[in-house]
């Protein structure tokens, strides 16, 4: 009876899909290092303009492997842009960004951090709603506006 369950937990653990894993969780660690962030959503938008590109070049095949291969490229697009909003959102808006108070000398600098980071979450939606590598240019064109900002 025993190894019967032993089994059937082990069966569930092993089928059971496993929830993703982000890379930063909410603490004060100090482990994670804003550059490394930056270097991902970099990584993040050359795979999204990749899958732009290959989207676009299976788009007229009517093939069955065509077809998988579209549906991978269009769920890996969606995924990295979510990593975009993910590291936008939980490291940088909630993480990194200090909260500054009203009439602060500091809120002109503030504001134009969260009006980017804002516009970055919108360009990672386009990013998803489109297969315009454009969008990918602004998209790295805003976090090259961020990360100015944001280091000085």
Aim: proline share 2%; aromatic share 6%; with cysteine.
């Amino acid at each position: 009876m025993k190894n019967g369950k032993l089994m059937l937990l082990l069966a569930c653990c092993l089928l059971a899909p496993a929830a993703p894993l982000w890379a930063h969780c909410e603490i004060p660690c100090g482990i994670y290092g804003d550059e490394a962030r930056f270097v991902a959503i970099a990584e993040d938008l050359t795979t999204i303009e990749k899958s732009m590109t290959q989207i676009a070049a299976l788009a007229g095949q009517s093939d069955a492997q065509s077809a998988n291969q579209l549906a991978r490229w269009v769920a890996n697009k969606e995924e990295h842009a979510n990593r975009i909003q993910h590291v936008v959102t939980q490291y940088f808006m909630t993480q990194r960004l200090k909260e500054v108070e009203e009439g602060d000398e500091a809120m002109a600098a503030y504001t134009k951090k969260l009006v980017l980071l804002h516009k970055m979450l919108r360009g990672a939606m386009k990013c998803k709603q489109t297969v315009d590598v454009e969008e990918v240019e602004k998209m790295r064109t805003l976090l090259h506006e961020f990360k100015h900002a944001y280091q000085n």
